[in-house]
């Protein structure tokens, strides 16, 4: 089924639903899932991810419930594992059997040295770090609250920060060489765009994670290929009313977008793709109309995440019309 990475047709995902949402799970910790050679093709022998953004150490302490201001209580867990939105989508790809690249940065300090040799255990090459010989590398305590499954991130940013002067041009050509797709995660902006005109140069498809409105991520939206949205995202970003109408907005404003998905926590997620093939006679119907149709279709049977895409139509909202898919991943409650 991964017959190609660009633009990853037909590709699989993989969703892992758990309370330490922030932090990537060390292979010690972490279960892979084994799937049968029988049920899927051979990977390709071109699988080179580039990604560029957030590493972190992660000190997980987990309580019975969060604390009221001076309180002093116990943890009922503790874990240190990596985290950073690029290294977890970097190690996320490593594991599925991609070959991923990632640029960042790091001190020279003993976070610094863990990042990299846990990234490098999992298969991420890091040969593209930078790594400073002062300052201290990027680490986030999170506290997770049993009581309301929520988690509170205290993150304390690397020092110096990436400035794209330490990326040589040498390094960035042989970085971007031969890869299939580039991933932001919307930090390192200044860097990430340099990389993003050279990537977007070779016609190189471009995914960027939109977690939160940050400075300099509408730039890296004007060349992305694809979005992935934080369940609120879409609407701060766009101003509309609805999440359906957002993701409608969103590929109205950004020409070279192809498909935008908003991820909805234990509802899964809406995938709106333009459909370059849409019928002139298509049927007509308004974006939140459509959604609401597919929830119709859910069948509460089922025990497994389950995917209802609509046909191609011309979907509208406030007088602006466009031909698309609108795709909802549904979680079954309890996995």
Same mark, same amino acid.
Not at 205 to 215: D, G, M, S, Y
């Given at each position: 089924?991964?017959?190609?990475?660009?633009?990853?047709?037909?590709?699989?995902?993989?969703?892992?639903?758990?309370?330490?949402?922030?932090?990537?799970?060390?292979?010690?910790?972490?279960?892979?899932?084994?799937?049968?050679?029988?049920?899927?093709?051979?990977?390709?022998?071109?699988?080179?991810?580039?990604?560029?953004?957030?590493?972190?150490?992660?000190?997980?302490?987990?309580?019975?419930?969060?604390?009221?201001?001076?309180?002093?209580?116990?943890?009922?867990?503790?874990?240190?594992?990596?985290?950073? *939105?690029?290294? /977890?989508?970097?190690?996320?790809?490593? =594991? +599925?059997?991609?070959?991923?690249?990632? @640029?960042? &940065?790091? $001190?020279?300090?003993?976070?610094?040295?863990?990042?990299?040799?846990?990234?490098?255990?999992?298969?991420?090459?890091?040969?593209?770090?930078?790594?400073?010989?002062?300052?201290?590398?990027?680490?986030?305590?999170?506290?997770?609250?049993?009581?309301?499954?929520?988690?509170?991130?205290?993150?304390?940013?690397?020092?110096?920060?990436?400035?794209?002067?330490?990326?040589?041009?040498?390094?960035?050509?042989?970085?971007? *060489?031969?890869? /299939?797709?580039?991933?932001?995660?919307? =930090? +390192?902006?200044?860097?990430?765009?340099? @990389?993003? &005109?050279? $990537?977007?140069?070779?016609?190189?498809?471009?995914?960027?994670?939109?977690?939160?409105?940050?400075?300099?991520?509408?730039?890296?939206?004007?060349?992305?290929?694809?979005?992935?949205?934080?369940?609120?995202?879409?609407?701060?970003?766009?101003?509309?009313?609805?999440?359906?109408?957002?993701?409608?907005?969103?590929?109205?404003?950004?020409?070279?977008?192809?498909?935008?998905?908003?991820?909805?926590?234990?509802?899964?997620?809406?995938?709106?793709?333009?459909?370059?093939?849409?019928?002139?006679?298509?049927?007509?119907?308004?974006?939140?109309?459509?959604?609401?149709?597919?929830?119709?279709?859910?069948?509460?049977?089922?025990?497994?995440?389950?995917?209802?895409?609509?046909?191609?139509?011309?979907?509208?909202?406030?007088?602006?019309?466009?031909?698309?898919?609108?795709?909802?991943?549904?979680?079954?409650?309890?996995?």
């Amino acid at each position: 089924m991964l017959s190609s990475l660009s633009p990853f047709t037909n590709a699989i995902s993989l969703n892992l639903v758990s309370s330490f949402s922030s932090a990537r799970f060390t292979p010690s910790l972490f279960t892979r899932a084994q799937m049968s050679s029988e049920s899927l093709p051979p990977l390709p022998e071109h699988r080179i991810v580039l990604g560029c953004g957030s590493v972190s150490v992660d000190f997980l302490a987990t309580v019975a419930s969060y604390p009221n201001p001076d309180d002093k209580i116990r943890s009922t867990s503790f874990k240190v594992q990596g985290g950073g *939105n690029a290294g /977890n989508a970097l190690t996320c790809t490593a =594991r +599925l059997g991609l070959n991923p690249r990632l @640029i960042s &940065k790091v $001190a020279s300090d003993a976070q610094g040295k863990s990042i990299l040799e846990e990234l490098e255990a999992d298969g991420v090459n890091t040969s593209f770090f930078i790594v400073s010989e002062e300052g201290n590398s990027p680490f986030t305590y999170v506290i997770v609250d049993n009581q309301t499954k929520t988690r509170t991130c205290i993150h304390t940013p690397g020092y110096p920060p990436l400035i794209p002067e330490e990326l040589s041009q040498s390094s960035l050509l042989s970085a971007v *060489n031969g890869a /299939n797709m580039v991933y932001f995660d919307g =930090r +390192l902006h200044e860097t990430a765009l340099v @990389i993003a &005109k050279e $990537a977007a140069s070779k016609n190189i498809p471009i995914l960027v994670e939109a977690e939160r409105k940050r400075e300099g991520l509408d730039d890296l939206l004007s060349f992305a290929s694809y979005a992935i949205c934080s369940a609120k995202f879409p609407q701060a970003w766009t101003g509309a009313p609805s999440v359906p109408s957002a993701l409608l907005s969103m590929l109205l404003r950004l020409p070279n977008l192809k498909f935008v998905i908003v991820t909805l926590g234990e509802d899964g997620c809406i995938m709106m793709e333009r459909s370059v093939d849409g019928a002139s006679d298509a049927e007509e119907m308004d974006v939140q109309s459509l959604l609401e149709s597919l929830k119709e279709r859910k069948d509460e049977s089922k025990t497994i995440p389950t995917c209802i895409s609509s046909l191609s139509v011309r979907a509208c909202h406030q007088r602006r019309c466009y031909h698309l898919l609108l795709k909802w991943l549904h979680l079954a409650v309890g996995l």
